[in-house]
């Protein structure tokens, strides 16, 4: 079964930078597309960025030029490397997978979910 594990999280100053990790099991990574979704307070789980298994990605709006998304397939590792972080970035950032090459940022489409890795940007 698939398994997924997110680490990287933290607090830093806005302007500042993050690199999340997602560690999977149980599964090939280039056979699946993964993705980064967050999730604030009293807010709905919003897609960030996507990747499928040959490597294409897609990014929300608010944060392109901003975070990149890669995977290391020998690995089964995925990342999220976030500069010029903001204050609006603060949330709990969920990795997920789905065995469709897919690069829809839209939470239904996803099967597996790690638990999250908290990130809070201050002002």
């Known amino acids: 079964q698939v398994q997924l594990v997110e680490s990287g999280g933290g607090s830093v100053q806005a302007g500042g930078s993050l690199r999340l990790s997602c560690a999977s099991s149980?599964?090939?990574?280039?056979?699946?597309?993964m993705a980064w979704f967050r999730q604030a307070p009293g807010k709905e789980r919003e897609g960030v960025a996507a990747?499928?298994?040959?490597?294409?990605?897609n990014y929300a709006d608010s944060v392109k030029g901003r975070f990149t998304i890669s995977k290391d397939n020998a690995k089964n590792t995925l990342y999220l490397q976030m500069n010029s972080l903001k204050p609006e970035d603060t949330a709990m950032y969920y990795c997920?997978?789905?065995?469709?090459?897919?690069?829809?940022?839209?939470?239904?489409?996803?099967?597996?979910w790690g638990q999250g890795t908290q990130v809070t940007v201050s002002s």
């Open positions: 997920a997978s789905d065995p469709r090459w897919l690069l829809v940022l839209l939470p239904g489409y996803y099967d597996y």
């Open positions: 990747i499928d298994g040959d490597g294409s990605t």
């Open positions: 149980g599964y090939t990574s280039s056979s699946y597309s």
